[in-house]
């Protein structure tokens, strides 16, 4: 009878391992392509910020899961500014470099996975042949920022995530140039994108 009790619960314990079954995977090699919506603010570029205040664009998104928790990355965002009437300008972009820390939680088991992230983004902008005082002239600032940033990730099936995602960059000085010279203020600058992307585990897709 005790023989039997043992089998039993050896069975069980079988049984429920089966019914565990993992629903994502974020450890190894990651890729992501990315849509985005871009907004900013800057006290310096009062104007322009008011007569360009937000765009579109894409990008990039290269990680390394660690484990399932830990995952260092890099990316690349492309943004196209839409310019109103009140601003002379034949263009205006903003490109973002971000390096950084991803904090993936939940489990394997779950389909829907929260993560926060933090880092270090280049930011650059550029105004080509804008209206100035003295003429037109190509427009440009750039600066390192620190970044947060957070979301979630939702798995439909392993190797392959849809994800959306908030991330600020927080506005430290910034350095302008104007046809070249420099101009001796330090602009103000902080960007918030608003993003969606589908992500690809590679790790995962070659051991397939």
Do not use: C
Not at 58 to 77: A, N, Q, S, W
Not at 135 to 153: E, M, R, S
Not at 167 to 177: E, N, Q
């Amino acid at each position: 009878m005790k023989n039997i009790f043992i089998i039993l619960l050896l069975l069980g314990s079988m049984v429920g391992q089966g019914q565990v079954k993992q629903r994502s995977a974020l450890k190894g090699f990651n890729g992501a392509i990315q849509l985005h919506s871009l907004g900013w603010t800057s006290e310096y570029f009062k104007f322009l910020d008011e007569g360009a205040s937000s765009g579109y664009g894409g990008g990039f998104r290269v990680g390394y899961g660690i484990t399932e928790l830990i995952e260092p990355y890099i990316g690349f965002d492309f943004t196209k500014m839409i310019i109103g009437s009140n601003i002379e300008a034949e263009s205006f972009k903003m490109t973002h470099f971000d390096m950084g820390v991803r904090f993936n939680f939940a489990g394997t088991v779950h389909r829907f996975r929260p993560f926060a992230e933090g880092g270090y983004s280049l930011l650059k902008g550029t105004v080509k042949q804008v209206s100035t005082q003295t003429g037109n002239a190509d427009l440009i600032f750039k600066g390192g920022k620190p970044h947060l940033g957070g979301g979630i990730g939702f798995f439909p099936k392993i190797p392959i995530s849809i994800f959306a995602k908030g991330i600020f960059t927080l506005g430290k000085k910034s350095t302008a140039t104007l046809d070249g010279v420099e101009l001796t203020d330090k602009p103000d600058v902080t960007t918030f994108r608003i993003t969606v992307g589908v992500n690809f585990n590679i790790s995962e897709l070659t051991k397939n």
